[in-house]
């Protein structure tokens, strides 16, 4: 095994309004707590070409060895900045917010083309009930499980990306 060492620009502010300008979507993650689901979802969203990724403060730590590991790298071209849930629409004011959760509309009859923040909540808890009632639409993606209690975070935020990516 090889050993290696990076140094690694961490964003301690939100996104700059000329960069803010050039997104139509962002990703917020709320309190994800696995560093393998924290790296898949940067690894995902690297692939669909998005470049900043908004999270709370309660997330496991970005660079976290297995969020890097489970990144592939893509966590050097992926910008992360801290916002807690409650400052979002402050700070976002151009952007809908879209929330996901076990009881939303179906997220396939939603025109993801408007300036938008996906949040996909915590594992085990998802999104506050608060921050879901607040937000502009809250979504679902169906399934036809015969038991399983929810769809892993990481697994939907990927099916949210491509969804997004095949509207653009």
Aim: glycine share 6%; net charge negative.
């Amino acid at each position: 095994t090889k050993e290696v060492f990076a140094v690694v620009k961490m964003n301690k502010s939100i996104p700059s309004e000329e960069l803010l300008s050039s997104l139509n979507s962002l990703l917020y993650l709320y309190d994800i707590q696995d560093p393998g689901n924290f790296g898949t979802l940067l690894r995902t969203a690297d692939w669909f070409g998005h470049k900043v990724i908004l999270c709370s403060s309660n997330c496991v730590d970005p660079y976290n060895n297995k969020s890097v590991q489970a990144s592939m790298s893509s966590l050097s071209r992926i910008m992360i900045f801290t916002i807690e849930a409650d400052e979002i629409r402050k700070k976002f004011p151009n952007f809908r917010i879209i929330a996901t959760c076990m009881n939303g509309q179906d997220y396939g009859s939603v025109n993801f083309t408007e300036k938008s923040i996906f949040c996909l909540g915590n594992e085990a808890h998802g999104l506050p009930a608060e921050f879901i009632s607040a937000s502009d639409i809250a979504i679902t993606i169906k399934g036809n499980s015969l038991g399983a209690e929810s769809l892993n975070v990481s697994i939907a935020g990927g099916i949210i990306l491509s969804h997004l990516n095949s509207q653009s």
